[in-house]
């Protein structure tokens, strides 16, 4: 999920809602929004998955 603002010159900042950190401001086209927004790692995301991952591994090693 990202937050798009747009400035007083017409440009875009662009907001990631997950760690709420600012991936690009002053971007002039929605295609440059896209690109910047898939290219951002998250954080976040990234700690989510990694505490999902040894959680699973936690239950697979109380279950042995
Ligand atoms: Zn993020």
Request: proline share 2%; charged share 25%; net charge negative.
């Amino acid at each position: 999920m990202y937050s798009r603002t747009q400035n007083e010159n017409g440009s875009y900042n662009t907001r990631c809602l997950d760690c709420f950190m600012t991936i690009a401001f002053c971007v002039e086209t929605d295609e440059e929004l896209d690109r910047l927004e898939v290219h951002h790692v998250c954080p976040e995301k990234a700690l989510a998955g990694l505490l999902a991952r040894e959680k699973s591994i936690a239950s697979k090693s109380l279950s042995n």
